[in-house]
């Protein structure tokens, strides 16, 4: 999972006044959200080095941040979206939907929300109610580069639900790395749906199917891919 530029900072929604008088609620809010902002700007600086450890503890000060301009004013128009994106980078799914739903709903429809918020369904196994609402986002947003980050997300969960699987097979719990490898075949296979001429993808689904002996991942691969 990786961290993405807030598309909300490139835009100027409120200038501070020079006055002396005491700030108002919406100045509170946007002088505090700025300095999440300036947060999650580190937190992607230190992710593209490498450091993960220092990236996920800013991404915790950001949320911080931002949980305080949502508690100056609630009506700051993006806070709810920073809010889920920074939930959902820390995987705390349920919340992230719970901000992504009410921004929508508040803020009106947007491509980003219905993006995020449908991969936190799916990272919580609600593989087809994430996938409506990515549908909903590509249908919003027509550009190939939505897609492209999504698909190598989906990917991104589907290998470290292929790890977990192994994890939990060295630990001798049999039954739940099955579950966890179906799941990673069945995200993957979403993924492959949104670009059938993948063929990195392909392969590994393949993989996958032959590692699992997944009789579904191979229906799919012969009658889809390979018809």
């Not at 991969?119 to 909903?136: E, M």
């Amino acid at each position: 999972m990786k961290l993405s530029i807030l598309s909300i900072i490139t835009i100027s929604l409120f200038s501070l006044c020079s006055c002396k008088q005491k700030p108002t609620k919406r100045e509170q809010a946007f002088e505090v959200f700025n300095l999440g902002v300036a947060l999650n700007l580190e937190a992607i600086e230190a992710q593209s080095n490498g450091n993960w450890e220092k990236a996920a503890d800013l991404n915790q000060q950001s949320i911080t941040k931002f949980q305080e301009t949502f508690e100056i004013d609630s009506t700051y128009p993006p806070i709810r979206t920073a809010l889920g994106h920074c939930l959902y980078i820390d995987k705390q799914f349920e919340k992230a939907i719970s901000f992504f739903e009410s921004d929508i709903k508040i803020n009106g429809e947007s491509a980003m929300s219905y993006r995020e918020m449908g991969l936190c369904k799916i990272n919580t196994g609600k593989v087809d109610d994430g996938k409506s609402a990515l549908d909903k986002a590509f249908s919003l947003d027509t550009s190939q580069k939505i897609r492209e980050i999504t698909i190598q997300d989906l990917e991104d969960i589907s290998d470290q639900a292929f790890s977990y699987g192994e994890s939990y097979k060295n630990e001798g719990q049999i039954e739940k790395s099955k579950d966890y490898k179906q799941f990673s075949i069945i995200v993957l296979t979403l993924a492959l749906e949104y670009n059938k001429f993948n063929d990195r993808i392909e392969k590994k689904l393949l993989e996958l199917a032959q590692k699992t002996g997944n009789k579904e991942a191979f229906e799919y691969y012969k009658k889809v891919i390979r018809p």
